[in-house]
């Protein structure tokens, strides 16, 4: 077997495969029914798995509902990134201790768990690739996520479902994965017996599928994967406007509409917390009641928050008007100038899971609907 080479397997070669995964020392993570949603935790066996489940998701709404059959990944992405266990929500930096006259620091142990993720979406490889570029392959690499994604083994999925609130096809990140994998899976049908075409994205993925049951894929079987992901292209919930956004942006500073949305967004970092890009801490230290012991460690902060910004004198962003535009525009314009790529990748959840449903893609349209029709204005005068 060569990579890119194809195969089927059924729910047995896909049990086998988690068990492989397993034997060879990986914590293996998936998509899993808990807390109303379908969150990454850790997986057993395939039964695990959120298997006849589905996601509802619209602007402010998510609902978990039965699909009517036993397919193994009939959802789009719930709550939770992978960033979830790549750059955990805290983590400890060192701790330091006062011994006699003398003061003993010590580094927080950089971690080596080896991480195996199943299902991964075409969305979050990007979105990986995205936070590899700032937190890895930077000029200033954190230890602690190089530690963890060296290692990672990634079994993606292409997705054979869109969430309402999904817009890939319009970021050029989706639905079919294409970089970044070491096995992909497209589910052919959720019937009593599965089965999976699988490709090969690496020489780790080739070994590991030479130990699972498995037969080559004939032609039939490449039609149907490449019609499941078309028909998933084809029934995205949104589309970013086809426009420079980053342009429509920058150009835009003072628009009227920042106030509006500001209205309506109560500030409370939703967006940012759920984003699969989004890497902005803070640090904080503590220490003992005694006075002997300190620790630092470092949280997932937010750009939503007041002291996000605040510096000698006050806040750098005060009001929600201005948090909101520093947000969207680095998502959509400056992440280019910063990073070469857009820091947004149409996953849908800043959209989902906003309180009160503020859309991103709704944003930009608003501003650069109103932005036609002033040059429309201009050009009749
Ligand atoms: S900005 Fe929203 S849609 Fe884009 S990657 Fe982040 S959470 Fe997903
Ligand atoms: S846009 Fe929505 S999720 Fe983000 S801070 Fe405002 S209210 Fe919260």
Not at 114 to 132: K, P, T
Not at 311 to 337: C, E, N
Not at 351 to 377: F, H, L, M, N, Y
Request: glycine share 10%; with cysteine.
């Amino acid at each position: 077997m060569t990579l890119s080479e194809k195969a089927i397997v059924t729910d047995e070669g896909l049990e086998a495969l988690l068990q492989a995964l397993k034997s060879l020392g990986y914590r293996v993570v998936g998509p899993t029914l808990g807390d109303g949603a379908i969150v990454y935790d850790d997986i057993g066996e395939l039964s695990d798995l959120p298997i006849g489940w589905t996601d509802e998701q619209e602007a402010g709404h998510y609902r978990l509902s039965r699909r009517g059959d036993r397919a193994f990944f009939g959802y789009a992405v719930g709550p939770q990134s992978w960033k979830k266990f790549l750059y955990p929500p805290l983590q400890s930096l060192w701790t330091a201790k006062q011994e006699g006259t003398a003061l003993q620091v010590t580094a927080a142990p950089v971690a080596e768990e080896r991480f195996a993720f199943i299902g991964v979406r075409a969305c979050e490889l990007h979105a990986m690739a995205i936070q590899d570029r700032v937190l890895m392959n930077g000029a200033y690499a954190d230890p602690h996520y190089q530690g963890r994604r060296r290692e990672t083994f990634i079994v993606a999925v292409n997705c054979g479902t869109a969430g309402g609130t999904c817009f890939c096809v319009s970021m050029d990140s989706g639905p079919r994965v294409d970089a970044g994998f070491d096995l992909a899976l497209t589910e052919l049908d959720g019937a009593e017996n599965s089965r999976f075409l699988v490709e090969v994205g690496s020489e780790a993925g080739r070994s590991l599928l030479e130990r699972l049951p498995s037969r080559p894929a004939d032609s039939a079987a490449l039609a149907e994967a490449d019609a499941v992901v078309a028909r998933t292209a084809q029934s995205m919930g949104r589309a970013m406007p086809p426009v420079d956004v980053r342009e429509l942006l920058l150009q835009n500073p003072e628009h009227p509409r920042w106030d509006e949305v500001a209205a309506r967004c109560l500030g409370c970092a939703n967006c940012t917390m759920v984003c699969p890009t989004c890497f902005c801490s803070s640090t904080e230290d503590g220490s003992d009641l005694t006075g002997t012991e300190t620790s630092r460690q470092r949280r997932w902060d937010s750009c939503f928050t007041m002291d996000f910004s605040y510096i000698h004198g006050g806040s750098v962003r005060p009001s929600l008007q201005a948090r909101y535009r520093q947000w969207m525009t680095h998502k959509l314009a400056t992440w280019h100038d910063q990073f070469g790529t857009s820091g947004c990748v149409g996953c849908g959840r800043c959209i989902t899971w906003c309180p009160v449903g503020i859309d991103i893609t709704e944003e930009v349209r608003a501003i650069d609907d109103s932005q036609k029709a002033k040059i429309e204005g201009e050009k009749g005068d």
